[in-house]
């Protein structure tokens, strides 16, 4: 009889666990807007000691572009027996919550650590054996000793388990934990808790999904695929801030197409889209990593570029003059046009807003213009 109060005591607590658990990630996910943080809040709930207490965790999404195809997203954890000890030791003496754990953790994330850079090079289908794309396929929770592990050992197949991310239009990726530096396998009431987990994250993950694709088509000028006027000037006031604090110089191109209404009345309205859509790729061809590209509006565009000085802005903008007049686009019907474009150039000053950047960029490209087209001028 006393074996089996203990056994019932145990029950109670490991439900009471879990009511508690549930309640706090599903309160860290009705804050996470953005599909980075969801993720996050669920990885924190299944490794926490205060969490489910599994030593790692992962989580994959299906892809956008196709749902047979798995992605790693996201990963917390040691990568070995040293930061293992390490990690340990600073959950042990603190008393954080799940809370401020998942806070602290988001704001120090660092996707370059080793088991995330493993993860997010994931590309998996699934149609394989493999303990993610059973999870993903059949739609259960799936222990590791039931399947493979096709990548090259990240997975634990003795202590793995995942679970099926489920949202209102289907699966939309796994979550996937294991024990191995403990070795230790989850029990049948921890294996249930991380499926209910996994339910409340796939609605999660598949809202914050629908709020990022929406955000983005708010921001996004339809035919170009680029930022509208409204998402520059959003950007610029954060990079004026930025450049201000940092003391960095901040640079604004304004480009303008020459001659595009002509390209309209000789050819059409869907040429003329193809050239802007066309224009528009071969500036993201030739801006690096934090330069951005935006359609100002009508035929003309803007670059902005963080860190750039006035003299490297001013080389930028004739790289891109000379790659809109060198190469010709194709437009409808598979026309071969040639163009050229005119570009103006400023820098942040001091005491400059925002508002006076643009304003500056655009006399400058208003001199350019007037001057001749096909040429960048330089705010003085």
């Known amino acids: 009889m006393s074996s089996r109060l203990e056994q019932l005591e145990r029950e109670n607590e490991a439900l009471r666990h ?126 590791g000793a039931e399947s ?30 294991d024990n191995r530096f403990t070795g230790l396998r989850c029990s049948a009431e921890v294996a249930q808790v991380f499926g209910l987990v996994a339910d409340h994250a796939g609605r999660a993950v598949e809202n914050a999904r629908r709020f990022e694709r929406e955000a983005r088509a708010a921001r996004t000028d339809a035919l170009t695929g680029l930022g509208h006027h409204g998402a520059l000037m959003e950007r610029l006031a954060v990079a004026v801030g930025d450049a201000r604090a940092s003391g960095r110089p901040l640079s604004l191109v304004m480009i303008d197409l020459d001659n595009f209404k002509g390209v309209n009345d000789r050819l059409g309205h869907l040429a003329g889209d193809a050239l802007l859509a066309g224009l528009a790729e071969r500036l993201r061809a030739h801006l690096r990593a934090g330069e951005l590209a935006f359609r100002y509006g009508g035929e003309e565009f803007s670059l902005v570029l963080p860190g750039v000085d006035a003299a490297a802005a001013n080389a930028i903008a004739e790289r891109v003059r000379q790659a809109v007049a060198d190469e010709p686009f194709t437009v409808a019907d598979g026309q071969s046009l040639r163009v050229t474009c005119s570009l103006g150039v400023v820098r942040l000053a001091p005491q400059m807003s925002v508002l006076a950047l643009v304003d500056a960029a655009d006399q400058a490209l208003l001199v350019a213009k007037r001057t001749g087209k096909n040429r960048v001028v330089q705010a003085g």
């Not at 090079?121 to 259960?140: F, I, K, N, Q, T």
């Not at 592990?149 to 679970?163: I, Q, S």
């Open 18 to 143: 879990a009511v508690l658990l549930l309640h706090e990630v599903s309160n860290l996910l009705h804050g996470s807007l953005e599909v980075e943080a969801a993720c996050y809040a669920v990885l924190t709930g299944v490794t926490a000691g205060v969490g489910l207490g599994f030593n790692r965790a992962m989580l994959f999404q299906t892809s956008r572009a196709d749902a047979t195809l798995l992605e790693g997203t996201m990963a917390v954890g040691p990568a070995d027996e040293d930061e293992k000890d390490r990690v340990w030791k600073q959950i042990e003496a603190g008393q954080d919550d799940l809370r401020t754990l998942y806070q602290a953790g988001l704001a120090a994330r660092d996707a370059h650590a080793p088991i995330d850079r493993q993860v997010r090079a994931v590309r998996l289908r699934s149609d394989g054996g493999s303990l993610l794309a059973r999870a993903m396929r059949e739609g259960r929770l799936v222990h």
């Open 148 to 177: 493979e592990d096709p990548l090259g050992g990240l997975l634990d197949l003795h202590t793995g388990v995942a679970a099926p991310l489920k949202g209102a239009e289907g699966v939309v990726g796994v979550l996937y934990a």
